[in-house]
């Protein structure tokens, strides 16, 4: 019994009596009108649910069986000061869109990308384009042109109960399992640790590039509760008697690339840097930088941090400071620097951003990954997807890894 549950028991005892009204159907919960595939945690930030979204997009988008299919990514928008249902378009700005859906669509330009803090009304808006124009909570959407999905990625909609999705993906830090966490503010859960066994799948994240399947199996025995773990289906047993998956993965940084047109290339070949970041953890961004430069100043702000005018001036400085010297900053950081006015000429040439990627551990659990999402695309709805026959065969269609080289970023 964890001391969370006496020190924080309104807070604990308010989740526990909310996931009741929902789990004995109080409360009410609708599908969306095509497949949803969640994607979520119940950490406070941190277990990387942009690179993994990504990662769900990118495969949807490389499967034969769904590249042809409209595809569209759904997400709060944390941080945006737009309201209601939005289209964001690569030209908007992070604080009409929020940095991460921006940087997804500026990533995926051909896929729908949008915001809206309630899950349902998104997923009706997206899957009937016309409502956004005839309906009075679609009047405040600017960008009213987008084709009807097909299938609809949910980013951090694991806490939204008011919206089941066809497959539920939970992600959990590989060094800061959910059952060794306590419950905000004495640790960095934002729900009950219960709430995992919920979810279809479990990938972990942020794994060491390589680890063993003893390894794996022992992670997973001491970590998860799940009975008669099978590392050919990569599926065990949750206590409630629900079949889960299991996936393990990390993310590789790719090669730096210009935050503005005006980049100048030569500086990626610098032996120096300067490093700002705004996120929840820039020990791997730090990491994959000292690996490459001699990072001389680092300059740390809060995550989804909003740049001002001040910052410029404290980034500049720095720069000044060591004028051969690359500035970087990672992707989710750029986007909301991308519109910013005011920032010298100078700096402009030399920053740079670090792109990320998720990546499987093994060309099996990338398999598993691929057929769950095909299930998922190509069922019914209406219907909980069940998970009972998921298979690990290879020849469902012709994805190829390539998962280790930074430069195969894509």
Same mark, same amino acid.
């Given at each position: 019994m964890m001391i969370d549950k006496f020190l924080l028991a309104p807070y604990y005892l308010t989740l526990k009596f909310r996931h009741f009204l929902y789990d004995k159907g *109080?409360?009410?919960?609708?599908?969306?009108?095509?497949?949803?595939?969640?994607?979520?945690?119940?950490?406070?930030?941190?277990?990387?649910?942009?690179?993994?979204?990504?990662?769900?997009?990118?495969?949807?988008?490389?499967?034969?069986?769904?590249?042809?299919?409209?595809?569209?990514?759904?997400?709060?928008?944390?941080?945006?000061?737009?309201?209601?249902?939005?289209?964001?378009?690569?030209?908007?700005?992070?604080?009409?869109?929020?940095?991460?859906? *921006?940087?997804?669509?500026?990533?995926?330009?051909?896929? /729908?990308?949008?915001?809206?803090a309630k899950r349902v009304e998104g997923c009706d808006f997206l899957s009937h384009p016309e409502k956004a124009g005839t309906q009075p909570k679609g009047r405040e959407c600017l960008h009213k042109d987008f084709p009807p999905a097909d299938i609809i990625v949910l980013d951090d909609a694991f806490q939204h109960r008011a919206l089941s999705p066809t497959i539920s993906i939970l992600l959990m830090d590989y060094s800061r399992p959910v059952s060794k966490d306590l419950l905000l503010p004495l640790?960095?859960?934002?729900? *009950?640790?219960?709430?995992?066994?919920?979810?279809?799948?479990?990938?972990v994240t942020k794994s060491p590039a390589y680890i063993d399947e003893t390894h794996k199996r022992e992670w997973i025995s001491d970590f998860l509760s799940l009975r008669n773990f099978d590392p050919d289906t990569l599926r065990g047993e949750t206590p409630e008697g629900k079949m889960q998956t299991v996936l393990f993965t990390s993310v590789r940084y790719c090669e730096a690339a210009p935050v503005f047109p005006e980049g100048d290339q030569r500086y990626v070949y610098a032996k120096r840097a300067v490093a700002f970041s705004g996120i929840a953890d820039d020990s791997r961004f730090m990491a994959y930088l000292a690996g490459k430069y001699k990072v001389v100043r680092h300059i740390a702000f809060s995550d989804h941090h909003k740049f001002s005018a001040s910052d410029i001036g404290t980034i500049s400085a720095a720069a000044m400071s060591e004028p051969t010297a690359l500035v970087a900053t990672t992707e989710k950081d750029s986007q909301r620097l991308k519109t910013m006015k005011k920032i010298p000429e100078t700096l402009r040439k030399r920053m740079f951003r670090i792109p990320i990627e998720a990546y499987f551990l093994t060309e099996k659990e990338e398999t598993v990954f691929r057929n769950l999402l095909l299930q998922a695309a190509s069922s019914k709805p209406e219907l909980k997807l069940d998970?009972?026959?998921?298979?690990?065969?290879?020849? /469902?269609?012709?994805?190829?890894?390539?998962?280790?080289?930074?430069?195969?970023?894509r």
């Open positions: *109080l409360k009410k919960t609708a599908r969306a009108d095509v497949p949803t595939v969640c994607i979520g945690n119940i950490t406070v930030g941190g277990t990387g649910k942009t690179p993994h979204t990504e990662l769900t997009v990118r495969t949807l988008l490389e499967m034969p069986e769904t590249a042809g299919k409209n595809i569209a990514v759904l997400s709060r928008g944390y941080g945006r000061r737009s309201k209601g249902f939005q289209q964001i378009l690569p030209g908007d700005n992070a604080d009409f869109a929020g940095d991460e859906p *921006l940087q997804i669509k500026t990533k995926y330009p051909d896929i /729908t990308v949008a915001v809206d640790g960095r859960l934002r729900d *009950l640790r219960g709430r995992a066994s919920a979810a279809d799948v479990i990938i998970f009972k026959e998921i298979h690990n065969d290879s020849s /469902t269609n012709s994805l190829v890894l390539n998962n280790i080289n930074s430069s195969n970023c």
